[in-house]
């Protein structure tokens, strides 16, 4: 038995043939033909993996369907009756990643003068959404108009 598992790992710590290849492609279906051919012992098993992967196209994940947050930073004080304050932020058009979206509205919240560490966005990558903290007396409003509540996860 000990034998047997010592040639097994003979075998898969032995040194193994190795190819590697450039495919290159100005468009989106990628296809090669390898020249000269690859030629396969049909007695083996073989793997192919992909290492890694580099495309320059982009795509815009915020448009002027999806790009308002809205939140409040508290109540508007006078009068005999609160109302809260609501402010609107409005993320232009292009490529985001999570902590793109959450630093331009960390930027317009302190623009408004508004305590920008209020809401803290960040990621959860078992699910892909987002995580959203929210502190104190802030609240943020996802039934507005073109909410970027669908990018985020909620």
Same mark, same amino acid.
């Given at each position: 038995? *000990?034998?047997?598992?010592?040639?097994?790992?003979?075998?898969?710590?032995?040194?193994?043939?190795? +190819?590697?290849?450039?495919?290159?492609?100005?468009?989106?279906?990628?296809?090669?033909?390898?020249?000269?051919?690859?030629?396969?012992?049909?007695?083996?098993?073989?793997?192919?993996?992909?290492?890694?992967?580099? +495309?320059?196209?982009?795509?815009?994940?915020?448009?002027?369907?999806?790009?308002?947050?809205?939140?409040?930073?508290?109540?508007?004080?006078?009068?005999?009756?609160?109302?809260?304050?609501?402010? *609107?932020?409005?993320?232009?058009?292009?490529?985001?990643?999570?902590?793109?979206?959450?630093?331009?509205?960390?930027?317009?919240?302190?623009?408004?003068?508004?305590?920008?560490?209020?809401?803290?966005?960040?990621?959860?990558?078992?699910?892909?959404?987002?995580?959203? *903290?929210?502190?104190?007396?802030?609240?943020?409003?996802?039934?507005?108009?073109?909410?970027?509540?669908?990018?985020?996860?909620?």
């Amino acid at each position: 038995m *000990e034998n047997e598992i010592l040639k097994k790992m003979e075998k898969n710590t032995s040194l193994k043939t190795s +190819t590697q290849s450039v495919v290159s492609e100005n468009s989106t279906k990628i296809k090669t033909t390898f020249n000269p051919p690859l030629e396969l012992d049909h007695t083996r098993k073989y793997e192919m993996d992909l290492v890694n992967l580099e +495309t320059y196209y982009s795509f815009t994940n915020l448009s002027d369907e999806n790009n308002v947050s809205r939140y409040s930073p508290g109540f508007i004080e006078g009068g005999s009756k609160q109302q809260r304050q609501w402010v *609107e932020v409005q993320i232009s058009e292009g490529s985001y990643d999570l902590i793109d979206i959450a630093e331009t509205i960390k930027i317009a919240m302190k623009r408004n003068g508004h305590n920008d560490d209020a809401v803290k966005i960040s990621a959860n990558t078992n699910t892909l959404k987002s995580i959203m *903290e929210i502190q104190g007396d802030f609240q943020v409003d996802f039934r507005a108009r073109n909410s970027i509540s669908s990018v985020l996860g909620f």
